[in-house]
């Protein structure tokens, strides 16, 4: 456990502003979470002794145990008599959990990352798009439409591009009206804003709008093979275009390029 004090400890500026902003038993679940998400617990290894853990990370025994709770409502550890709180296998961990979302963020090189995202996006985006435009109401096409205008209203201001672009990925997912799609879109705001701010830097942007908008059209004109036929068009020049961009940088922030 002494690599869960160096890391707490000696976290970057923004994770210290992150922490200091949580109450005591979220901060510990931060900690605890992305100790074991790192590696720095094992699966099938024992958290140590209550006690010990509150006197290493100087909180109460009422604070532990929130935060012990709500890594078990995530699938990452397990509790039992005489056995003591056991690491859980990632097979078991509720990946979509915006936290755990977060923390895997955080340990993944960024090719990695960026891999994995694409791998699920290329699974489901084009069928979401293709639901979507069969299901979608006329308040979901205003929305899809909003996001769209104001991909193009943000210029070259990187920032509003990238928080356009996620609004407009997950209301298509939200759009479908299937709600085994929507924990998909909503995990987008978390788990594609890094990709997207990777790509966000490239000089490709006028084609991608022009990308959005025709799969925003094929949606709003109930087109579903073509809305599947442009999001995959969309994403495999997407995955093109960050491949290129980050070919071109030795490093990332967070990355192990």
Known sequence: MTAINNHTTNHSSSRAVFLANRNPHMRVHDQLGLAIVRGDLAPGEALPAELQLCEMLGVSRTAMREAVRGLAAKGLIDSRPKRGTIVRD????????PDVLRWRIEVFDVETYVSKMFQLRRATEPEAAAIAAVAATGEDHATIQAAFKA?????????????????FHRSIYLATHNEFFWPIGQLFSIGLRQMFEIAALGSHRPRAVREHGDLCRAIVARSPDQARHLALKLLGNASGDIDRIMASCRHWPGGKR
């Open 151 to 167: 991909m193009v209203d943000a210029g070259d201001d990187n920032a509003a591009w990238v928080d356009a672009d996620l609004a």
């Open 90 to 97: 990632p097979a078991h961990w509720n990946h979509l959990d």
